[in-house]
C-alpha cells in the first residue's frame, strides 16, 4: 500500500514516514499542495495524509482538485475549528486528526481505512441491486439508473452499509463505527454530512436516505 505524505514541515514528515514504513507501508512525499495533485494524478496512491496549511495550494484546494480521483484523504490540522474539519470532510476527505498526534493513533487510523478499503477489493464478483442502484462491491462502482455515480471511499462506504441493511435504523454513533472502524474522536455531525453528500449524489432518490428524528438514519428503497 502506497500512501502520499503531504505536509510542508520536514520534521513531520520524517516522523511520519518512519513510522509508516515500519509497518510495511510504501510512502512519498510532498512539501507542497500543487506538487501532491500533480503526484496524486500520476501515481493515483493507496491514501494521502494532508495537510491543511500548505504553500501555494491549501489541503481544502488539494482535496478539490483530486475529488475524481476517489482516493481516500485523512487530513492534518494544527487548527482544533471543527468548522475547518468539517469543511475538510464536505470536499471529500475520509478523516482528519489534529496536530500534535500520537503516531499510534495515526497508523491505527491509516491502517483502519486501507482495510476497509482493501475488504472490498477482495470481494468474489457481486453485485448488490437495490430499486435502480447497482453497486459493485469489488470494483466499488456505483451506477444509478444506469449512470455511473461518483462516490468518494466514505460515501460508498456508506451507501454499501445502508443498502446491505434495508430499513434497519442506524444512530450515527453506530455509522461511526461501522464506517470508520473505530470509536470515531470527533463530532457525529460528520456523519450528517456524508449523509447529505450522498443524499446529493442520489439525485431523485434522495428519499431512499431517510432520517429518524432523535436517533439516526435508514435506507429504505421506495419507488
Known amino acids: 500500500m502506497k500512501v502520499l505524505i503531504v505536509d510542508d514541515e520536514p520534521a513531520i514528515v520524517d516522523l511520519i514516514k518512519i513510522n509508516l514504513e515500519l509497518e510495511g507501508f510504501e510512502t512519498q512525499y510532498c512539501h507542497s499542495g500543487k506538487e501532491a ?7 493515483i496512491p493507496d491514501l494521502i495524509l494532508l495537510d491543511i496549511m500548505l504553500p501555494d495550494l491549501n489541503g481544502f484546494d488539494v482535496c478539490k482538485a483530486i475529488q475524481d480521483l476517489n482516493i481516500p484523504i485523512i487530513m492534518l490540522t494544527a487548527k482544533n475549528d471543527i468548522k475547518d474539519k468539517l469543511y475538510g470532510l464536505e470536499l471529500g476527505a475520509d478523516d482528519y486528526i489534529t496536530k500534535p498526534f500520537d503516531s499510534r493513533e495515526l497508523i491505527a487510523r491509516v491502517k483502519t481505512i486501507l482495510r476497509r478499503v482493501d475488504k472490498y477489493n477482495i470481494k468474489d464478483d457481486t453485485t448488490i441491486v437495490v430499486g435502480p442502484i447497482s453497486i459493485n462491491t469489488p470494483e466499488r462502482i ?13 460515501e460508498f462506504d456508506l451507501l454499501l452499509l445502508f443498502s446491505e441493511n434495508q430499513r434497519k435504523v442506524f444512530s450515527r454513533e453506530n455509522i461511526l463505527e461501522l464506517v470508520w472502524g473505530y470509536e470515531f474522536i470527533g463530532d457525529s455531525r ?3 454530512i456524508h449523509v447529505q453528500r450522498l443524499r446529493r449524489k442520489l439525485g431523485v432518490y434522495n428519499h431512499f436516505v431517510k432520517t429518524i428524528f432523535g436517533i439516526g438514519y435508514k435506507f429504505e428503497v421506495v419507488v
Open 190 to 192: 460528520t456523519v450528517d
Open 142 to 154: 456505483v451506477h444509478i439508473d444506469g449512470v455511473e455515480a461518483a462516490l468518494t471511499p466514505k
Open 37 to 43: 495533485v500533480k503526484y496524486a494524478q500520476a501515481v
